[in-house]
Every structure is written in structure tokens, then in C-alpha cells.
């Protein structure tokens, strides 16, 4: 159980166009779901925390006109990152986390390589 | 202010030789403290949830324990496809419901 399945694994795009990731909780319903951005030997940076249903809620120094996130449903999130440049080349990986869980369960992540 | 500090940063370890990951923390009030393993390239795997001290988790090779200041990962005769970065998180029971993530060991374990 607790499986959290995100799309694209890897993604390639052209700099200055928007790419979406997708973060579904396959078997569970995921009342908040977490965005993470990890660059290399370097441990998670917290983009944003996302209630379904709610405004995301991004942390201090993170964009939200560019890292648009929608939490839809109670298993969908995603993540848009809009107008890519290359510094937004990285590891993404997306979290959720259950009404009836304290642990939260993680995606397989996206590596975003802009071009 | 919560915080978690990983050590060692990194580990070398022949298969069978075994050791402790070290993970400190200090959190208002500890919800629950979390081990995963991370391979490269991968989002992190869920391993155990402590909730409070004196606790005991086990796994295969892996039994993680906690105090009111640590957890350890206790990794007994490794062998090479233990070999992975390990994260410790807590979540504290105050404030916004956001967990707290340490840098990680990243361990290496040689056949």
C-alpha cells in the first residue's frame, strides 16, 4: 500500500516553455501533498505544501507565478513549471500524506532538464 | 527552531561489517521521526516511523531506535544493495504540518 506514482520520470523542454508534473496517490487518499526540488548529494528543499482544495502554500523564496501547483483531488497533484530557463533544470519530487498517516510517502520524481 | 543533523555524511562500509547512522534532533514536541532510503536518481523509500523514545523498528538488516535526542539506523552485515543515501525527518506536533529533513549518510557498502 501507500503508492505514489509521478509522471514524467524524466523530461526534456525547451527554455521558455511549460512543463507539467503529475503526483498521484494510487491507493490512498492524500489529504496534503508536499513538492521538493533536490539538486545533487544535496538533501530535499521544500517548494510548497498543498491541501486539496486549497491554495498551495510555497515557501520564502520560491516563485509561485512559476512554479504553479494544483491540487485538485484528494489523489491528484501537480506541479507546472511555466516559462523553464535553464536554472530550473532539476530533481523534483512530490510527497503525500494521508489522513490516517503521519509519514509521508514519496514519488519516483521528475528530472527536468531545460534547453 | 527544528532541526535535524545527519552523521556521518558519509560511510564506507565492507558487506558484513556492521554500524549505526546517527540522526539528532531538536523539534517543540516530536509528532513522529522518519527514516528513508534514497537511490540515485529516485524519490525516497519509506522505511520505519518512530513516535516516541524508547521505540525499537526493524527491517531486514535495519532496526531503527529513539531517544528524546537521536535515532539511530542500525545496519547489521550489509551487504552492496544496502548501499543508497539515507534521510531522516521529523515533524513536529506545533506549527504548520511540515516535516523537517536532515542531509542524509550516504552509504557505500563494498563487496
Known amino acids: 500500500g501507500a503508492v505514489v506514482s509521478q509522471h514524467p520520470s524524466r523530461v526534456i523542454c525547451k527554455s521558455g516553455t511549460s512543463v507539467k508534473i503529475e503526483c498521484r496517490s494510487l491507493?490512498?487518499?492524500?489529504?496534503?501533498m508536499f513538492w521538493y526540488r533536490q539538486f545533487p548529494k544535496q538533501s530535499l528543499m521544500l517548494m510548497a505544501t498543498?491541501?486539496?482544495?486549497?491554495?498551495?502554500?510555497?515557501e520564502q523564496g520560491v516563485e509561485k507565478d512559476k512554479f504553479l501547483i494544483n491540487h485538485a483531488s484528494l489523489t491528484l497533484s501537480t506541479l507546472t513549471v511555466t516559462s523553464a530557463h535553464p536554472e530550473d533544470s532539476s530533481f523534483y519530487i512530490c510527497?503525500?500524506?494521508?489522513?490516517?498517516?503521519?509519514?509521508?510517502?514519496f514519488g519516483q520524481g521528475t528530472r527536468l532538464t531545460v534547453v | 527552531e527544528d532541526q535535524v543533523t545527519q552523521s556521518p555524511e558519509a560511510l564506507r562500509l565492507q558487506e558484513g561489517e556492521s554500524s549505526s547512522l546517527n540522526c539528532s534532533y531538536t523539534?517543540?514536541?516530536?509528532?513522529?521521526l522518519f527514516w528513508y532510503r534514497q537511490d540515485p536518481g529516485k524519490g525516497p523509500e519509506f522505511l520505519f516511523t518512530?513516535?516516541?523514545a524508547g521505540e525499537e523498528k526493524e527491517k531486514e538488516r535495519l532496526k531503527a531506535t529513539l531517544t528524546k535526542k537521536e535515532s539511530f539506523l542500525h545496519i547489521t552485515a550489509p551487504k552492496p544493495e544496502d548501499s543508497a543515501t539515507y534521510l531522516c525527518?521529523?515533524?513536529?506536533?506545533?506549527?504548520?504540518?511540515?516535516?523537517?529533513f536532515g542531509t542524509g549518510t550516504r552509504l557505500k557498502v563494498l563487496a
Open positions: 510527497s503525500a500524506r494521508g489522513v490516517m498517516n503521519t509519514e509521508a510517502f
Open positions: 491507493d490512498f487518499q492524500a489529504t496534503t
Open positions: 498543498s491541501n486539496e482544495g486549497s491554495k498551495a502554500t510555497y
Open positions: 523539534v517543540s514536541g516530536l509528532r513522529g
Open positions: 518512530l513516535y516516541s
Open positions: 525527518a521529523v515533524l513536529s506536533v506545533s506549527g504548520t504540518y511540515k516535516y523537517i
